[in-house]
């Protein structure tokens, strides 16, 4: 093997200069629920998903008892949905007052509280995952965020 020329020098020195870079991470959106579905079950949560034609599909889905749903919306005749929302409810804890309800959206982030038609108090947040969506390791963070909102609102509807 013969000297280097200067014109391979350069060539290794513009490689030398390149910056790595990272790998793209894989971005989710809601327009497949078996991708959301694998994300629930990595948390450790089981997942079913419930897809009737005509409906909007969704997921049935638990937490250490807290039984909760992701919803699939913005969706265009049960396909290619846009967004999620996660929800909660309990219907035996009907005697929780709206102010009390009020101080819950007052005092807390990322998910609102109301009464349902049933005068059940309910938890939701929304997840937009429209466009290119957002990444895997996003999406598994607002569940993070939901569990925590879950015990939040748990204790605070039982709180006496």
């Known amino acids: 093997m013969g000297p280097i020329t200067v ?19 894989e971005l989710v959106n809601a327009t497949n629920p078996a991708t959301i579905k694998a994300i629930v079950e990595s948390q450790g949560w089981p ?16 937490r250490d008892g807290l039984k909760f749903l992701v919803l699939f919306m913005n969706c265009d005749e049960g396909k290619s949905c ?22 819950w959206n007052k005092e807390k982030r990322f998910a609102r509280a109301y009464r349902d038609d049933a005068g059940d108090p309910v938890l939701e947040m929304d997840v937009d995952l429209d466009f290119e969506g957002i990444p895997r390791a996003n999406v598994g ?3 993070n965020t939901w569990a925590s909102l879950m015990d939040s609102f748990r204790e605070f ?4």
């Open 47 to 62: 997942a079913t998903i419930i897809a009737k034609e005509g409906d909007d599909p969704y997921i049935e889905s638990n």
């Open 82 to 103: 846009k967004t999620l929302q996660y929800y909660m409810g309990f219907s035996d804890a009907k005697d929780v007052t709206l102010e009390r309800l009020n101080q």
């Open 141 to 143: 963070e607002t569940f």
């Open 157 to 160: 509807v039982f709180e006496k």
């Open 7 to 25: 014109r391979a020098a350069l060539a290794l020195a513009a490689v030398a200069l390149v910056p790595a870079t990272p790998a793209q991470a």
